[in-house]
Structure formats: C-alpha cells, structure tokens
C-alpha cells in the first residue's frame, strides 16, 4: 500500500469509529448549538448587539469546539494499536494526514452546521457575499485546527490533564486561523478584498502540514 | 557554579552600565522620561526571539542527535525567554498607557501575537512538568519546539503585515528613527541583556544537569531495599 491509500484507509477506519461512537454528532455539536444559545441570552436578548457579535461568536466557539473534535477519544491510538501500525509498516506520515483528513472532515461538518445555526438564531447583518466566503474559510480553519488538533493531540497522548494541555498549546497556535477567518469575513464588509487572508489560511493550512508530516516520526515515538 | 557566578556577576555590571546609559540619554521631546523604556522593552524583545530559536535550534538537535544537552539547552531558554517575554509585555504597556494612553489594544495584531507566543511557550513549560519520562518529555518538548517556533517571525513582522497602533521597526536600513543617544543606551543594553541571557542560561542548564544526576536515584522504587543474601539466610 502506497502513501495514499494508506492515508485514506485510515481516516476511513477513524471516521467509521466516530460514526459508531458518535462523540461529535451527539455530544460535541449539541453543546456547541446550545452554546451559542447560551450568548443572547448572556447578552440581554438586546438583538441590535446580537447581530453585530454572531460572526465573532461563531469563530471562537469553532476555534474552542473545535479543539475537543481534534481531541475525541476516538483519535487516541493506544500503544499497541501504535505498535501494530507500526509493525505493519504503515508510514508515520500517512498516519498523521489520515487524522487530519478525519478530523477535518468531522470539523467542516460541524463549523458548518454551527454556522447555519448561527445564522439562523443570530441573524447577523452580512453583506450577500460574504456568506460564500465565511463558509470557504471556515473550511479552511477546519482543515488548519485538525492539523494542530492532531500535532497537540500526539504530543499530550497519554497525560492525565491531556484535554487542558493539548487546548492551552492549540489554542494560541490558532491565532493565525482566527485573524484569517474573521479578517476574510470583515474585508468583504470593508470591501477591501479577501485574497491577504485567505492567503494567509492556505499558508498556514500549509506549514502545519508540512511541520506534521516532517514530524511525524517523532511523533510516532511520542509515547516511548 | 563557579562558571556560573562568575558570568552572572558580569552581567549584572553589564546591565548596570546598559541601565546608566538609559537613565542619563536626554528624554525625548514628546515621550519624555518614559523614552528610557527604550533601553528595556526592545532588547527584552529581542532576548525573547532569541530564546525561541534557541529553543528550536535545541529542538531539533535533540530529534536528530537525541543527547540530553539539546533538551536541557531548548528547556533552559524556554523559561528565559518566558521571563524576557513578560518583561517586555509589561515595559511595554507601561510605555503604552503613557504614550498611546491605554495599556493594551485587543486588536493591535503586535501585542496580541506576542500575548499569544507568550501562552505558547507557558504551554510548552507546562507540557514538559506533566512528562515524569525524561526521553519521552524531551521527545514531545521537541516537537513542540519547533512547531512554535513558527509563530516567531508572525509576531516580528505582524507591524509591516498588519495595521497596527505599534510602530513598525525603528531601525531600518536607510536609518534609525531614534536620537543616537538613545540608540547607543539601547544597543548597550541589547548587548548587556544577551550577556544575562548567557548567564541565566548557564545557571539553568548547571541546576538541569544536577537533577539529571539525581533523577536515577529516586526513578528507581525499591532500589533502597536490600535482596536477601543466601549466606545469610544460611547463617540464621
């Protein structure tokens, strides 16, 4: 089996765990929608202000959610599981992009899905055009926080306070992806032009895939 | 130690001299006597970049020779540059109320990215205190190490990529922005500021290689109980 099918197979046995276990679907996108719930209410019910912070609400509840998709129980290989992978001479490289190809395939469909919610319960005062660019770039953080998600989910793999660890490294490590998501929504508004900052999510999408797939030996070892 | 006493009582007169010339620079026109912040904030700056390559340099020696010395050097000027971090962020605020009027601007993309390399490399202290295992925490710290590391030229350049309310570089190629008197206190103390770094940085990597050399002797449980010798056992 080559790089690529390899790659694929995993994230297709990753996906299929999910799907049984049902950690996004069933817990992690109900806490999120009733999160954004929870934000007019905090707000006062003062709709002009709830307008106005929807989009905001929407990146840094994706940005916060996000982390515990990358970091779902059923991401985390044991030892043995590892071992075997390894025995069976799986590339470590196509180990990391199979998990990326997992969790941001779960991450778009839940940064969509709260973005539809947003929508609907926020009703935020947004140009026609900038709905096509808020979701392209939504899948582009989707794509970049599971590349992170998996690099701090591998490097706090086996930790007692793993969840608080692994969301203080990826949170900062995100900033690059808030700026481009938010600032790509705000140059259509300002009619400033979006290419800078989508730029900027592509690069990063593309660093952190070159960073994990350059470590991902090591990263492979991490627990030994 | 003694190496180490010896660059530390050198860098305190260094940054004594570099705190002298700050002090007696003639105040600027319109900062006034907080331009003396110029003699800290800056090199602080510059110490905390420097202790983030290092940090990566380390980082990678350590994945492509794995010898403990490239871990205690990236952990070492991990937690420098942590404390020149927060020196800066505070100079800088300090310097920020008075000039800008207002400590801290949530949406100035220079303090925000440098808030946030600050948190990382908290993170990276923290993640290195939840790993008992030496190899696998220097593993896992490396790794880390460089991919924070990228996040460094992010924040050096977020004043020329961004609008910011922080000024962009004072010196630049064509020239300084910035009264030759308080360019030399600020070279001074750049100067002053990378020797305390060296000498901290000695100090750190002395007390690391003490706990090296403890560690075996409390990792082993049970070493302390003696196995029951066979001619003893005869001898009752």
Known sequence: MTFWPQALEIARVDLTVERRVGSTLRITLPFGIVALMVFPLALGLRLSIVSEVGVGVFWALGILFGMQIALRQSATDTPERRDLQALLGVDPAARFTGRVLSGATLMTGFLITLLLTMALLFDPDLPGGAWPVLAAAAVLVAVGLAELGTLAGEVTTGLSNRAPLASLIVAPLALPLIIGGSQSVGAVERDTGILPWILLLIASDLALAVAGVALARPLEEATR | ?236
């Open chain 2, 1 to 236: 130690m003694t190496r180490a006493r010896v660059l530390m009582g050198l860098a305190f007169a260094a940054v004594g001299v570099g705190l002298w010339f700050a002090l007696t620079a003639p105040p600027d026109a319109l900062q006034g006597e907080y331009s003396r912040l110029l003699g800290i904030h800056p090199p602080s700056m510059w110490l905390a970049f420097l202790a983030f390559g290092v940090t990566a340099f380390g980082s990678i020696m350590w994945l492509v020779k794995k010898t403990d010395r490239w871990d205690r050097l990236a952990a070492a000027s991990v937690e420098v540059g942590v404390i020149f971090t927060a020196i800066g962020l505070f100079t800088g605020m300090v310097w920020g109320q008075a000039v800008w009027g207002t400590p801290w601007d949530w949406q100035d993309p220079r303090l925000m990215s440098t808030a946030v390399m600050f948190f990382v490399y908290l993170g990276y202290i923290a993640l290195r205190n939840a790993i008992d295992d030496p190899t696998v925490r220097a593993r896992r710290a490396a790794i880390l190490g460089v991919i924070a590391v990228v996040q460094v030229p992010l924040v050096y350049f977020s004043v020329n990529l961004f609008r910011t309310l922080h000024q962009t570089q004072s010196i630049r190629p064509d020239g300084s922005t910035i009264p030759d008197e308080m360019l030399l206190a600020m070279f001074v103390n750049m100067a002053a500021f990378t020797i305390l770094y060296i000498a901290l940085m000695v100090a750190r990597i002395d007390v690391a290689k003490s706990e090296s050399a403890l560690a075996p002797e409390s990792a082993l449980a049970g070493e302390a109980v003696r196995p029951p010798r066979l001619d003893e056992v005869e001898d009752v």
